[in-house]
Nanobody
Framework: QVQLVESGGGSVQAGGSLRLSCTAS?????MAWFRQAPGKEREGVAA???????????ADSAKGRFTISQDNAKNSATVYLQMNSLTPEDTGVYYC???????????????????????????WGQGTQVTVSS
């Protein structure tokens, strides 16, 4: 059982920045950030491989503004999401997620779809609120 502990949410004005952190209690192959706005489905934002393989994808809404990175300790990864140029549309609860396996490489579009599919993640954090005011 892997536990994910998130931190870093908060309130910021449009154009501002926030950095989210998520630390896993054990081995993970890949980790991702998802978000859920009120009344909307949970959507993938960014994902990264944490097993030493190559895997880095962003949702179209995150490209150019968000950066996902990792810091790998032995059998435990910390994943960060640096969010810049925030807009009110980025408001929501942000969840960290972890998967125990990674998909085989494919086209950029394929990788985006499968890495940001919430069904492939077995473990989830408790969520952290991000509020962006205009």
């Amino acid at each position: 059982q892997v536990q994910l502990v998130e931190s870093g949410g908060g309130s910021v004005q449009a154009g501002g920045s926030l950095r989210l952190s998520c630390t896993a209690s054990g081995y993970t192959a890949g980790m991702a950030w998802f978000r859920q706005a009120p009344g909307k489905e949970r959507e993938g934002v960014a994902a990264i491989a944490t097993d030493g393989s190559t895997g880095l994808v962003y949702a179209d809404s995150a490209k150019g503004r968000f950066t996902i990175s990792q810091d790998n300790a032995k059998n435990s990864a910390t994943v960060y999401l640096q969010m810049n140029s925030l807009t009110p549309e980025d408001t929501g609860v942000y969840y960290c997620a972890a998967a125990m396996t990674n998909p085989l490489p494919g086209s950029d579009r394929y990788m985006q779809l499968i890495w940001l599919d919430r069904r492939r993640y077995s473990y989830w954090g408790q969520g952290t609120q991000v509020t962006v005011s205009s």
